[in-house]
């Protein structure tokens, strides 16, 4: 069992910024990878930013050189700075993370519960 724990969604104007936090915790031996993904109104969930527990990190085209992943190892913790928000960055933003109970397990995936941003004037 492993529990997400998502901060920092609000309404904010276009141009402004919010950093949310998502902290895992419960049975993890290892995390492979924890990203955001975003869920805008008749879309489909879409991946924002991901980062694995060597570094290695991705982002959508739409968000490079606007937002940042950064990590936390020992707190389990993953971050997205977000600046200079649009309105089409309006979504549900959720946490994901990918991870080992213990070192022969399968790894298994879990979800935060999301957290709404809404970038409006």
């Known amino acids: 069992q492993v529990q997400l724990v998502e901060s920092g969604g609000g309404l904010v104007q276009p141009g402004g910024s919010l950093r949310l936090s998502c902290a895992a915790s419960?049975?993890?031996?290892?995390?492979?990878?924890m990203g955001w993904y975003r869920q805008a109104p008749g879309k489909q969930r879409e991946l924002v930013a991901a980062i694995t527990s060597g570094g290695s990190i991705n982002y959508a085209d739409s968000v490079k050189g606007r937002f940042t992943i950064s990590r936390d190892n020992a707190k389990n913790t993953v971050y997205l700075q977000m600046n200079s928000l649009k309105p089409e960055d309006t979504a549900v933003y959720y946490c994901n993370a990918d991870y080992k109970e213990w070192p022969k397990g399968p790894i298994k995936s879990h979800w935060g519960q999301g957290t709404q941003v809404t970038v409006s004037s």
């Open positions: 419960g049975s993890i031996f290892s995390i492979n990878v």
